[in-house]
């Protein structure tokens, strides 16, 4: 116990003083560590966190996007149903399950992996058989890649690419199967592009999309015989582009007379889950591996695709990363798991047979519509359609033009397929954008070229496709065909009377999918290309401007975004009933009006600076005159007003006035004496485009009446629009009881009203009004 009080104060203080100096050490710790947060950590880092709520609304935000960013194009949004749900419930389960003790985990992963791998191999009838479940759908070919290459090379494990480099291995795929999959095989194996064979399909014989058997066989006796090793063939049961399969029998025996292995992918195997299997898709449950995407055949979200394979050495599938020791990687089956058991088989059949049903219902339909060529393989099993817009040219020789096409490809020929790919293309985009809930795309094939797609396996279940969705597809395209008929026909047409017309150019542009696109071409003048090609920009511009306006269907733009011409009109799909004459005379006339009313804007410019210019000279020399006139004395400020009180000096104001008209310089004095401004000359008359055809009410610009409508015919409107000027010509009727007498002497004030309202009209029309005209005057002023 302290007994000195002065002691005990002075602990007291020192006691208070550090815990200060400590507060405030400890606060600008604080201050330091929250501007080092703010200004090195993200804001929603920043403080304890943030909220579920808010989270999960960033999140919605994020997948559905801001309205005002929104654009007009329309995006297909998954159809998440319960089985969805279930797959979803999947994922999280697989989360909750990862924290299990290990022995229980072993033991549920192994029973969901056992379960789903024989319901997948029953269900697609495919014996015995192994499972990988994969996130990317090439990466289970390329694990069976891998597996080919420890069984077929047994000193790989220890030798590596040694083996590889003494007998090189051979990949096969065919030409048909999808873009990029032969280059990503032997980047992920290491392996060189050599090794990868690139078989063709065939060209006389069978389908234009199925593996050439005949042809294969002979590159595999070539590589032998060189010393290389073929390891595998990749075959397609539904090519990704036509849905077409390949002879999986034949390339089956194949296989086995070379000690290769056989992997077949595509979207026709959904099909082996249904009652009735062609023979061509059934081949394929005897080939040593296959590919099932079950996602996008079920509308499953986020489900893994499956390899299922045969092999008796689990060692080698281990080595190859088919299986795994890691029983979370096992997981990976769990959506799936949970998703078939709640669709159950009468569930699963019943989708994939839908999607069967609509294509062939889309297939029927199709074998009723003129101009339309279809590319099927099978039409009693085949899932996928893939159609075209196609027209035959009755002017043209059949016989020469397949001599042509099987030689060397003739550039009217390579012109004409262009084309049809280009409204192809423009018909399959206008079909996703009409029914959207069809799910049709365009695709680029070898020999047909642009095609549109309709393949509901990848897509009915994921957008929710009826039969209803068929009926307006087809209705829509009984819409286009005749638009693109015309259009068609009237392309030739409208280049002859564009390349005919004077002032206009025609641009070829191949990928335009319309009438066509036409430029106005600017008059030389000796000026610099500079100034000539923003000129040519202004005035086909306003041109642009000028045909939007008018009433018609046409629809007239400045072309694609990317790779169109510069300072051009883009005419889109027309109709039968287009007039192409007036549709190019009204053109040429719009341009040339345009292009006269600049120059007239320019030429004005011109004369009003030089009127300037001589307007300033006179009234120098007028001030010279003046001076000479009233004396020196006159001028002194002072001497100036006096003289000027006593002895006033007259003299008469001398203006000028600017006409526009003349482009001159004129006196004011005959204003003065008549007080009244003169008439000038008559101005010359406004460029107009004289092509104000006289139509019918209602009728739309640039269209003729059809000679087989039952509506007017063109001698009925033209004689119909004669009578119509003769009653305007006839004198007016006169009442029962009336008599016809002297016309009626107007009253004065009744001449002034109608003399002024004249006078007014042709002010206006003559441009001469008095704030059309620049007046500058000198008044002498009177000191």
């Known amino acids: 116990k302290m007994v000195d009080p002065t002691l005990a104060e002075m602990g007291k203080n020192l006691n208070e003083a550090m815990k200060m100096l400590e507060d405030n050490q400890r606060k600008v710790e604080e201050e330091n560590e929250k501007k080092y947060a703010r200004k090195d950590i993200p804001g929603p880092l920043q403080g304890s966190g943030q909220d579920m709520v808010s989270i999960l609304q960033l999140v919605q935000n994020l997948m559905h996007g801001e309205e005002e960013e929104e654009t007009s194009q329309s995006y297909r949004l998954q159809n998440v149903g319960e089985q969805g749900h279930m797959a979803l419930l999947g994922h999280s389960l697989a989360a909750y399950i990862s924290v299990l003790d290990r022995e229980r985990l072993r033991k549920l992963t192994t029973r969901i992996l056992s379960d789903t791998t024989l319901w997948l191999c029953r269900l697609f009838r495919y014996e015995n058989g192994s499972a990988y479940y994969h996130e990317d759908d090439r990466e289970g070919l390329l694990k069976i890649c891998r597996l080919v290459i420890h069984t077929r090379y047994e000193d790989y494990t220890l030798e590596g690419f040694n083996v590889l480099y003494t007998k090189q291995p051979v990949i096969y795929i065919s030409s048909a199967a999808r873009t990029g999959l032969g280059q990503a095989l032997c980047n992920q194996l290491g392996l060189p592009l050599s090794c990868m064979c690139r078989v063709p399909c065939n060209t006389m014989f069978g389908s234009q999309h199925q593996m050439d058997v005949a042809l294969l066989d002979r590159v595999i006796k070539d590589d032998v015989e060189s010393g290389k090793l073929p390891l595998l063939l990749v075959a397609n049961a539904g090519t990704p582009g036509a849905g077409h399969t390949d002879k999986l029998g034949r390339l089956k025996e194949l296989c086995e007379q070379y000690k290769m292995w056989l992997h077949v992918e595509g979207v026709n195997l959904a099909t082996l889950a249904l009652g009735y299997v062609s023979s061509s898709v059934l081949a394929a449950t005897k080939c040593d591996s296959m590919t099932l995407t079950l996602g996008s055949w079920l509308g499953l979200p986020a489900v893994p695709a499956v390899t299922l394979y045969r092999h008796e050495d689990p060692s080698l599938s281990l080595a190859a990363g088919l299986t795994s020791s890691q029983p979370v990687e096992k997981l990976r089956a769990l959506p799936l798991w949970l998703s078939l058991q709640y669709l159950g088989h009468d569930g699963i059949v019943e989708r994939i047979k839908h999607a069967s049903q609509l294509s062939q219902r889309l297939l029927e339909n199709l074998k009723n519509l003129d101009f339309i060529k279809t590319s099927v393989e099978d039409e009693l099993s085949s899932p996928v359609v893939v159609f075209k817009f196609f027209q035959e040219y009755s002017n043209r020789d059949q016989t020469s033009h397949a001599a042509q096409a099987s030689t060397i490809q003739h550039p009217i020929i390579s012109n004409e397929r262009h084309i049809y790919d280009t409204f192809n293309q423009w018909l399959g985009e206008q079909l996703a954008q009409l029914v959207p809930a069809s799910g049709v795309d365009v695709v680029e094939l070898e020999d047909e070229g642009t095609c549109v797609r309709f393949s509901p396996l990848m897509t009915s279940a994921v957008l929710g496709t009826e039969i209803q969705d068929i009926d307006q597809l087809v209705d829509c395209l009984k819409m286009k065909i005749p638009v693109l008929t015309s259009t068609l026909q009237l392309r030739e047409e409208f280049e002859q009377e564009v390349r005919r017309t004077v002032g206009l150019l025609y641009i070829e542009d191949l990928g335009w999918p319309g009438l066509g696109v036409v430029r106005y071409s600017y008059h030389c003048d000796g000026k610099n290309d500079d100034k000539q090609e923003k000129e040519l920009e202004k005035i086909n511009t306003e041109l642009l401007k000028k045909l939007n306006?008018?009433?018609?269907?046409?629809?007239?733009?400045?072309?694609?975004?990317?790779?169109?011409?510069?300072?051009?009109?883009?005419?889109?799909?027309?109709?039968?009933?287009?007039?192409?004459?007036?549709?190019?005379?009204?053109?040429?006339?719009?341009?040339?009006e345009i292009e006269e009313n600049s120059r007239l804007l320019e030429n004005m410019t011109e004369v009003v600076r030089k009127g300037i210019q001589e307007a300033q000279l006179q009234l120098q020399k007028a001030n010279e005159e003046r001076l000479l006139e009233e004396g020196l004395l006159r001028q002194i400020p002072v001497v100036g007003s006096v003289l000027n009180w006593f002895s006033p000096f007259q003299a008469s104001p001398k203006g000028r006035t600017f006409n526009l008209t003349a482009g001159s310089l004129e006196s004011t004095e005959s204003m003065y004496i008549s007080k009244a401004q003169g008439t000038g000359t008559t101005p010359p008359p406004t460029p107009t485009s004289s092509l104000a055809k006289q139509r019918l009410p209602g009728q739309k610009a640039f269209r003729r009446s059809l000679r087989s409508s039952d509506g007017f015919s063109e001698t009925s409107s033209i004689s119909h629009c004669d009578d119509l000027d003769k009653m305007d010509q006839r004198p007016p009727t006169l009442s029962p009881g009336q008599e016809q007498g002297p016309l009626e002497v107007e009253k004065p004030e009744e001449q002034k009203e109608v003399a002024q309202a004249q006078t007014d009209t042709e002010n206006i029309h003559s441009d001469k009004s008095p704030p059309d005209c620049t007046e500058v005057e000198d008044q002498a002023s009177q000191r």
């Open 549 to 592: 306006e008018l009433e018609s269907d046409l629809t007239f733009s400045l072309g694609p975004e990317f790779g169109g011409q510069k300072n051009c009109v883009y005419i889109g799909m027309v109709t039968e009933d287009l007039d192409v004459s007036e549709l190019v005379e009204t053109i040429a006339a719009t341009g040339r």
